[in-house]
Nanobody
Framework: QVQLVESGGGLVQAGGSLRLSCAAS????????MGWFRQAPEKEREFVATISRIGGTTLYADSVKGRFTISRDNAKNTLYLQMNSLNLEDTAVYFCAVRRAGRTSSRPEEYDYWGQGTQVTVSS
């Protein structure tokens, strides 16, 4: 079993920045494809970014490309999401996820473990 705990969310003004972290633990955890997703009120969960097992490949949603950066530190079992130039549409609960096997993917149904999420609220 893998446990994921997100942190770093909060309230920020439009144009500001936040850095999310996701700490992974568990007996069976090993470097795997990881991703960030988000869900705004009354909307479906949507893909944000994903990173391959050793970080060589990243993929971003068009809406965040050029503003968000996904990275990982496998020695610390931690995933990050640096979010810059935040706007009102970025307001959502952000989730990290692990895909046990397979390449980077933007499809949430292909991920096996999920954190509880951290709230990001962008104000005008």
């Amino acid at each position: 079993q893998v446990q994921l705990v997100e942190s770093g969310g909060g309230l920020v003004q439009a144009g500001g920045s936040l850095r999310l972290s996701c700490a992974a633990s568990g007996r069976t955890f090993s470097p795997a494809t990881m991703g960030w997703f988000r869900q705004a009120p009354e909307k479906e969960r949507e893909f944000v970014a994903t990173i391959s097992r050793i970080g060589g490949t990243t993929l971003y949603a068009d809406s965040v490309k050029g503003r968000f950066t996904i990275s990982r530190d496998n020695a610390k079992n931690t995933l990050y999401l640096q979010m810059n130039s935040l706007n009102l549409e970025d307001t959502a609960v952000y989730f990290c996820a692990v895909r046990r096997a397979g390449r980077t993917s933007s499809r949430p149904e292909e991920y096996d473990y999920w954190g509880q999420g951290t709230q990001v609220t962008v104000s005008s």
